[in-house]
């Protein structure tokens, strides 16, 4: 598949057509997940520039950048920020890193990386139903707000494709060093 304009100077870039410019060194590939996530695996050759730092990233408007994250949104929203910010053209690989791998094509693990946030997030959010959800039925029935303060959390995350615990957990000193030696 060729790349396709979905707006102004914004393209979208299928698994093929990333590995062919990866393999001729005509672009540069930008990882937008958080570190822990880019730590655990990421595509060879990819420097990591999470999201939240885009700008900070000392890349110049004038590099070919193709931009992915885990699925997709990111991504998007990392291209959007690169056009805005001077890039005549940008591009975002389609699907993220699953097309990457769903295509047959090889990823960089790290198996003394953290665990991966959407894994700390069950854990979390699952501990925390559970805790409310024994306390509620032994000490008070208060504390079963708790269970259904964390369901209502894990509704508006599917819903708004936003994880406040997420965000929160990706602060976590372990989280922020992962990777650090590839950055």
Do not use: H
Not at 39 to 65: F, H, K
Not at 115 to 130: E, F, P
Not at 143 to 155: C, E, I, N, R
């Amino acid at each position: 598949m060729e790349t396709v304009q979905t707006q102004v100077g914004v393209q979208v870039w299928d698994a093929a057509m990333l590995r062919e410019r990866l393999d001729s060194g005509e672009v540069v590939l930008v990882d937008v997940r958080e570190p822990v996530e880019y730590a655990g695996e990421r595509i060879p050759g990819a420097i990591s520039r999470p999201l939240a730092r885009l700008q900070e990233a000392g890349l110049s408007p004038g590099q070919q950048v193709v931009v992915y994250c885990q699925s997709g949104p990111r991504s998007q929203r990392a291209a959007q920020q690169l056009l805005a910010a001077g890039w005549s053209e940008v591009g975002y690989l389609e699907g993220g890193i699953l097309a990457w791998k769903r295509a047959g094509y090889p990823v960089v693990r790290d198996p003394k990386a953290p665990i991966s946030l959407v894994r700390q997030v069950q854990i979390v959010a699952g501990s925390l139903v559970l805790l409310g959800t024994v306390l509620g039925a032994t000490v008070s029935p208060w504390f079963l707000l708790l269970s259904g303060f964390v369901g209502a959390g894990l509704v508006f995350a599917g819903v708004t494709n936003t994880c406040a615990l997420g965000m929160l957990l990706a602060r976590l000193p372990y989280n922020r060093r992962a990777g650090q030696s590839w950055q």
